[in-house]
């Protein structure tokens, strides 16, 4: 635990907040570099790569995951994980496609019903972390059983046919307004509020305190659990959201539903420089992140890469992107360290 | 340390009367139950989680975890088919296989213990890697024309006994690990580890050393089960053994061990084996539904942390109510390990 | 600490000893199917249709490849006329998702439990077969349907089309539809590892070697793992990575669906068609758009009706799966008897081209 005790978040006041949020604009900046090196290379052997329709079509795909990544990484900065996403995701589409296609509800409000159920789900990871004390990887990963396992229960062998959604209701995959798909839009809003509540609100601040420094944090007299069930909370929602927006661009939903996706949802949140160790990153990096396995997937299929290579590449991006937190992180450490001894 | 002592030793009984009672809630559901083509069924399909979950036991009492387990076992299996189908012998496939195995296990060792990075995000990319390269390397085929020699690992029988070849194996390793964390000064070293890593390396254990060991050890063992598996279904696939992790890791805190570190007995694992063997194929043959089952795993991964909490914190409250030792400081927090 | 782990070792030995004595007094060991951990699958209460089991009436396992594609829905409401019309009961179980391992611990269920009979669609063909065979040692029929297990691992396989007129009917159905029979074309089709999605793609590029098609090129075959958001996403790939694609052939029915909704909300209905297997219901509206203006089938609850009287007629005895034996089921084949053929497989018939002139005619 010694890293935890030098850390110097609250003690040195201000300084290395600001070094951290030059690093991460770093990230989120060589994260664009990449990608638009990568697009330049990929579109000299294929150069559909840089139609409108297929940078849509990326763009569209990366903003559901984007969606479940900026939840996640709330969870994340508090210095836990939250693997149930997907188990969410899922639950939350099968319930409302299969509420939409009973006609019980219209649309709208199985939107807000699907979006309640979010939030609830992840409430309920928030209780079993903050009140019954069960570290987030155990509690998450039995949740993630739980909840996939009432999802198969109440789908069973149904399947919900795109037909059986109200008209239009899949169009939001594909409306555009002035150019710029929809869903990227609803990804683009959900950053920036969340931004804005992390980088203005005492909520937001507390998030960071809590993440980097748990006991200096609880002696600051940070209501740490109630920041953690709040976390918890939102990640729900936003999961919620994103198994929503997963119903309008697939149509299509079972019980397996956005089943392994919670890999590409935490792949992206460390790609995007959240990291794992808490107290640090930001939304938009987590946004970046998707966007940028989403690349990274369309690029392996254009270039004539079979599928099978998408894992490996997401293990080694998730290796590297940890590698090179670790090593800012003994940086940030080693110089406050220094400054603190001066 | 007796109280914590005794409070293991309650939860290992806990295991024993749960087994035991699941044992007669089987035998009242289904007459079928305590025949041995039954046995076999119920021991068999869990024994690769079996043998995995004793490294992880190790591992987790060390204070990490290896995610990556149940890749591993995929890829073992994809680059065994490989070799056997590009006609490489399969007593010759096998032991290349468990070497790729270990060195799965040495790149997760080195990467946790030597460059200090968090073991959860660590073998979440290697389940990702590993299971990538055993896609690259066999691609969606399935590979099944194993020799009868090799399917008998996996599918066979001790002659004369309906005891699967895969349960032996499971009791052998079992007995040589649990005699290695229980009676050698490894074991103590890596309970130390697991309560205080700073503490240890102080004191002169090789906290680093250690932990890449463990980390080759599971790596290993996930290929032998992998092998195991191939050889079970007698078939090769680069999808093998996925899911496995999550039983892995439930069957490892259902014994007792204490995700945290430091805690937990290879006994208490191999008890938890057997109950949740008992309990699936109790629940199955009473066709309960796998969507039920899968919902009672979870309920049951986070009950097994959550009781020995309330239990520890009991334990505290009634200790301060007796006006003794004061009570220690609350050391748990809510969240994973950060690193150590 | 050393008091508890020698009660504990104690108590477990004693555990193992009462079972293997159990298992002594018992009789022969076979080698048994696994029962499996990953919790994926599920089994439904057994549908009874008409009633218990009656005298004549029997019991069938229903193992699907998975149960949520619609296809094995579609042949469970053949099997459950047939099961009414002889008093017999259906219990259907199997994966949530389509692989092999998953469908091996039912297996082994369906044998403890006693069925007469396992109809089975088979992930993998080698997978399932230990667990076939033991379920055929212990006296259960096997009947494999859809997706053949391997040969020895069932009795009677009840194809639902003759492979090769398959292969040829996919490539013709392509042909028609690249104009001029000339141009790209790919082909999306389910996992990786089907036995009949295999066999038809491989027929159907002996057939594309020929003079007829010489004008087409097959560029990439893609897999959707009969998922639907797997399938559309590989269906966006090659419209993206094929500018010049002229044909999708999706030789599955969830493949086809999403290849058709990928190419109509793409909005290029008029450059790309899409080809294939499928069902009428899901395809009417894209051969009323132009997107899908041919494609084929059988009758998949036929199929399903066709595999339930196999079963019974195996358990009556009245066949036993040899090659050259003939039954007849009234209703199908126009009356006219079937004939088991080699590796004991039975034909249902060909297969069946829907277009605008027919499609709205049927209702499955």
């Known amino acids: ?342 | 340390m007796t109280p914590v002592a005794r409070l293991l030793a309650r939860w290992e009984t806990l295991l024993v009367i749960a087994v035991l009672g699941l044992v007669v809630l089987g035998t009242a559901l289904s007459p079928v139950f305590l025949t041995p083509g039954n046995f076999a069924n119920l021991i068999a399909a869990l024994m690769e989680v079996a043998i995995m979950a004793l490294p992880m036991t190790l591992i987790i009492v060390a204070g990490e975890i290896d995610l990556s387990v149940e890749s591993m076992a995929g890829l073992a299996s994809a680059i065994l088919g490989f070799l056997w189908a590009a006609g490489v012998p399969i007593w010759v496939g096998i032991p290349v296989v468990l070497a790729i195995g270990a060195l799965g296990g040495l790149m997760n060792g080195l990467l946790v213990a030597r460059a200090g990075l968090p073991s959860l995000v660590v073998t979440l990319g290697t389940l990702a890697l590993f299971r990538g390269l055993a896609l690259i390397v066999l691609g969606p085929r399935g590979i099944s024309d194993f020799p009868d020699a090799f399917t008998e690992l996996g599918f066979g029988r001790v002659p004369g006994t309906p005891i699967p070849w895969p349960f032996v194996i499971f009791i052998a390793l079992a007995v040589l690990l649990g005699i290695m964390l229980h009676r050698t000064w490894i074991g103590r070293q890596i309970y130390a580890i697991g309560k205080n890593a700073g503490a240890a390396r102080y004191s002169g254990v090789r906290v680093t050393r250690v932990k890449i060991g463990l980390f080759v050890l599971s790596g290993l063992i996930a290929s032998l089960a992998g092998i195991i598996l191939t050889s079970r279904l007698s078939s090769a696939r680069a999808d093998a053994g996925a899911g496995m992790t999550l039983t892995v890791v439930t069957v490892v805190l259902l014994g007792g061990v204490n995700i945290f570190g430091g805690s937990g007995t290879i006994p208490g694992v191999a008890l938890a084996v057997i109950a949740v063997a008992v309990m699936q194929n109790a629940l199955r043959l009473a066709s309960v539904t796998v969507e039920v089952q899968s919902i009672a795993l979870g309920s049951l991964l986070i009950l097994s942390v959550v009781i020995p909490t309330f239990a520890h914190q009991a334990k505290s409250a009634i200790d301060r109510v007796r006006g003794g030792r004061p009570p220690p400081a609350d050391s748990i927090k809510q969240g994973e390990r950060a690193a150590t | 600490m050393l008091k508890s782990l020698g009660r504990t070792i104690a108590l477990a030995s004693a555990a193992i000893v009462v079972f293997a004595a159990c298992s002594n007094g018992g009789g022969a060991s076979t080698p048994a199917g696994g029962s499996a951990a990953p919790p994926a699958g599920s089994a439904a209460p057994p549908a009874s249709a008409g009633g218990s089991a009656a005298a004549g009436g029997i019991t069938v396992g229903y193992l699907p490849k998975d149960i949520v594609n619609q296809y094995f829905a579609a042949a469970k409401t053949g099997m459950d006329k047939a099961a009414t019309e002889t008093g017999g009961t259906i219990v259907q179980v199997g994966p949530n998702e389509p692989k092999a391992d998953l469908q091996v611990p039912f297996i082994s269920d369906l044998t403890t439990k006693g069925v007469k009979a396992i109809i089975i669609s088979a992930d993998g063909k080698d997978e399932v077969a230990p667990a076939l065979k033991q379920a055929m040692s212990a006296g259960i029929k096997v009947v494999g349907f859809d997706s053949s297990p391997a040969v020895g691992a069932y009795d009677v396989f009840v194809n639902q089309v003759d492979f090769s007129g398959v292969g040829v009917n996919l490539s013709d159905w392509a042909c028609e539809l690249a104009p001029s029979c000339t141009g790209d074309i790919a082909i999306l089709s389910a996992s990786a590892t089907a036995t009949n999605q295999n066999a038809w793609i491989e027929l159907m590029k002996t057939t594309l070697a020929g003079d007829k098609y010489k004008g087409l090129k097959l560029v990439d075959t893609v897999y959707g793992d009969d998922k639907p958001e797997v399938s559309t996403t590989q269906a966006q790939g090659l419209l993206t990575k094929y500018p010049n694609l002229k044909v999708i052939v999706a030789p599955t029915t969830v493949g086809i669906l999403a290849a058709a909704q990928v190419v109509k909300q793409a909005g290029k209905s008029d450059s790309v068609k899409v080809t294939g297997l499928g069902f009428p219901n899901d395809m009417k509206p894209f051969v009323a758009d132009g997107t899908s203006p041919v494609f084929g089938l059988w009758s998949v609850p036929d199929l399903g009706y066709l595999s339930y009287q196999v079963a019974a007629k195996l358990v009556s005895g009245e066949i036993t799966g040899k090659e050259g034996e003939t039954f007849t089921v009234k209703g199908l084949n126009k009356d006219q008897p079937y004939t088991i053929g080699k590796d004991s497989v039975v034909i249902l018939g060909p297969a069946f081209r829907f277009d605008k002139t027919n499609v709205d005619q049927f209702n499955f």
């Open chain 1, 1 to 342: 635990m010694t890293e935890s005790a030098v850390s110097p978040t609250i003690a040195d006041g201000r300084s290395p907040g600001r070094w951290l949020s030059a690093l991460a604009r770093q990230r989120e900046l060589s994260l664009v570099a990449i990608m638009v090196v990568l697009g330049g290379l990929v579109t000299l052997v294929a150069p559909q790569f840089l139609t409108v329709s297929n940078l849509s079509q990326v763009a569209v795909l990366a903003s559901v995951i984007a969606v479940a990544a900026i939840g996640e990484a709330l969870v994340v900065i508090t210095r836990n994980v939250d693997l149930s996403v997907e188990a969410t995701m899922g639950l939350v589409a099968y319930s409302v496609a299969r509420v939409l296609e009973l006609h019980a509800l219209d649309a709208p409000a199985a939107i807000a019903m699907g979006l309640g159920l979010g939030l609830v789900l992840g409430m309920i990871n928030g209780v079993v972390v903050t009140l019954f004390k069960v570290p987030a990887i155990v509690a998450t990963l039995g949740t993630l059983s739980i909840f996939r396992g009432v999802d198969y229960l109440i789908a069973g062998s149904h399947q919900v046919p795109l037909a059986g959604l109200p008209p239009g209701f899949t169009n939001a995959a594909r409306d555009s307004i002035l150019g710029i798909p929809m869903f990227v839009l609803v990804a683009v809003v959900v950053v920036v509020i969340g931004s804005v509540i992390l980088r203005s609100t005492r909520f937001g601040r507390q998030l960071y305190a809590v993440g980097s420094n748990p006991e200096a944090a609880a002696i600051l007299g940070i209501p740490s659990r109630l920041v953690v069930f709040t976390a918890f909370s939102m990640c729900g929602l936003l999961a919620g959201a994103a198994g929503i927006l997963w119903v309008m661009e697939f149509g299509t939903i079972n019980g397996t539903s956005a089943t392994g996706v919670v890999l590409a949802v935490v792949a992206a949140v460390v790609v995007g420089g959240v990291n794992i160790f808490g107290g640090s990153g930001t939304l938009v990096g987590a946004a970046l992140g998707a966007l940028f396995l989403g690349f990274i997937a369309n690029a392996l299929i254009l270039v004539g890469l079979s599928q099978f290579w998408l894992q490996a590449i997401y293990g080694v991006v998730i290796l590297v992107a940890v590698t090179a937190d670790a090593i800012i992180l003994r940086r940030i450490k080693r110089a406050a360290t220094r400054r603190s001894v001066r």
